[in-house]
T-cell receptor, first 114, second 116 residues
Framework: GNSVTQMEGPVTLSEEAFLTINCTYT??????LFWYVQYPGEGLQLLLKATKADDKGSNKGFEATYRKETTSFHLEKGSVQVSDSAVYFCALSDPQAAGNKLTFGGGTRVLVKP | SAVISQKPSRDICQRGTSLTIQCQVDSQVTMMFWYRQQPGQSLTLIAT?????????ESGFVIDKFPISRPNLTFSTLTVSNMSPEDSSIYLCSARGQGTGYTEAFFGQGTRLTVV
């Protein structure tokens, strides 16, 4: 079956530091990959996505590249801000799988200190 | 994109009672889903809400406990029945559109439920 594994948090950083959150996946087909962000007290918002190998998704200074050879979709940001403090979820959608459901990783809490 | 309105945003309920959560999408969508997110945890899919027919439940979730309706393409409800403190969670509604396998899901703000 499909699964997503992401690094456990919490990740604590200082403002302007470099952020990497690792995400690897297993899938039977050729999935689309997503990063979602959940700010405190809110629902999930799509941060970025990639639908095929070597695609790079980017938004708000965040980037992630779909690496089929390593089955990874690591999230990076070069200079984080306090406002980036949130929980980040990696997810996949396998168009070949029944139900078109999203499979989520466990989430990584990021805390950025001034 | 789609905007999802979910209500109530939070509630405190007595054990043994039931709560119905409503989800309204601002555009017609192909699929709607209900998730549970326990404190500090990831999302667990409860069921897929099917228009005009019974929902498709994931393992560990049953219709008697979590009855779901979807009378049209833009509206769904989830009821948490006969609640116990273990049902205290955030419940999230989600929707996906055409070309579902390749498109992102949109989420409501969630309903934060506390059972006392």
């Amino acid at each position: 079956g499909n699964s997503v594994t992401q690094m456990e948090g919490p990740v604590t950083l200082s403002e302007e530091a470099f952020l990497t959150i690792n995400c690897t996946y297993t899938a039977t087909g050729y999935p689309s990959l997503f990063w979602y962000v959940q700010y405190p007290g809110e629902g999930l918002q799509l941060l970025l996505k990639a639908t095929k190998a070597d695609d790079k998704g980017s938004n708000k200074g965040f980037e992630a590249t779909y690496r089929k050879e390593t089955t990874s979709f690591h999230l990076e940001k070069g200079s984080v801000q306090v406002s980036d403090s949130a929980v980040y979820f990696c997810a996949l959608s396998d168009p070949q799988a029944a139900g078109n459901k999203l499979t989520f990783g466990g989430g990584t809490r990021v805390l950025v200190k001034p | 994109s789609a905007v999802i309105s979910q209500k109530p945003s939070r509630d405190i309920c007595q054990r043994g009672t039931s709560l119905t959560i409503q989800c309204q999408v601002d555009s017609q969508v192909t699929m709607m889903f209900w998730y549970r997110q326990q404190p500090g945890q990831s999302l667990t899919l409860i069921a897929t809400a099917n228009q005009g027919s019974e929902a498709t439940y994931e393992s560990g979730f049953v219709i008697d406990k979590f009855p779901i309706s979807r009378p049209n393409l833009t509206f769904s409800t989830l009821t948490v029945s006969n609640m116990s403190p273990e049902d205290s969670s955030i419940y999230l509604c989600s929707a996906r559109g055409q070309g579902t396998g390749y498109t992102e899901a949109f989420f409501g703000q969630g309903t934060r439920l506390t059972v006392v």
